[in-house]
């Protein structure tokens, strides 16, 4: 089954908000999504702001999406971390057209595409989202990919209530946002990605941050990744990352 909608989204961050998002940080992703999948695709940013943004890429208007209204809705987890219940609306039973796709992956605009997407997209099941084993204790999955199958658990959506939800998932110990949601929702039944099939964490595979004992950093990139996500601090448009890894200097482009 062939990944025929990519999304991303650009929201306008709070203020001192550790990471701030732009239209070229947009136009990179769909760049180096094109190199990488050779299938026909769409490229769709869901935003709030759509100045600058290259015409290969297709815009959504945040405002009019479902969940839209959750936007000032905190993270129960982290004091000022991020806040992305709006994706939820990937989960819509009308996701088909929400984003005019069928088969749905969203990624962070602070992914770094290095090699095949072909065999993570190319997969049978409804849902499929990004787990490792350092994530277990602090909730199953993170909410950087996700692929879904349009119209596919439509309970994800349905079934969050903005009252109460965040804080059970907190109290499961599911942390984040959305994907704290999804942890707390899902238990342990989603198909997954994992560092196994070439998806890797920047700051705990890479930099060795978040492992007990922390491991030593390194700077080359593994022989089997193909995706990497910068789900932390630094980012890979930092210029002290393009110094330190000549990796990112090749793929962030």
Sequence with gaps: MRVDTVVCWKWRGPVGYRSQFTSEHVGTLRRMVARHYPYPHRFVCVTDDPL???KAVEVLELQGMPGAEWARLPN????????CYRRLALYHRDAAELFGGYRIVSMDLDSVVVGDLTPLWDRPEPLVLWSDPFFQ??????GSMQMVTAGACPELFV???PRRSPGEAKAAGCFGSDQGWLSYRLGVSAPTWSSEDGIYSFWVHLEGLGQRPPAPPRRDLPRDAR???FHGRRDPWHLDVLGEYPWVREHWR
């Design 137 to 142: 204790p602090r909730g199953m999955y993170c």
């Design 227 to 229: 995706v990497v996500f």
């Design 159 to 161: 079934e969050f209530d």
């Design 52 to 54: 600058g943004l290259d």
């Design 76 to 83: 129960p987890s982290w004091r000022n971390g991020p806040s």
